[in-house]
């Protein structure tokens, strides 16, 4: 099979990184649609790295190297929660 080390890296740390953001912002949308365009946005903010694996959606530390590093792939979610935040493409109560 061939996966997206960016997805799976994405949605890993995607949870935390939404944790995080609620401690200083608690009024984010957290409906299927506003979740889906902040993993789309992180994804597309981030180069894709495909690999050929027979492990799975399992992501190593080196693959996070690749990635820029955790670090840099956590700013890179908090960014699009940012922008879905202050930009959601639907209205909100
Ligand atoms: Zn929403």
Redesign the pocket.
């Known amino acids: 099979m061939v996966v997206n080390c960016t997805e799976i890296a994405v949605r890993e740390l995607f949870p935390e990184a939404l944790k995080s953001y609620q401690q200083r912002v608690n009024n984010i ?1 957290t ?1 299927q ?2 979740l889906d365009d902040i993993v789309a946005l992180a994804l597309n903010y981030l180069p894709p790295h495909y690999v050929g694996s027979e492990r799975g959606s399992i992501i190593t530390s080196v693959d996070y190297q690749r990635l820029g590093g955790r670090t840099e792939v956590f700013a890179r979610i908090c960014q699009a929660i940012k922008v879905v935040y202050e930009n ?1 493409r ?1 209205h ?1 109560e």
């Open positions: 949308c409906c649609r506003c959601p639907h909100i």
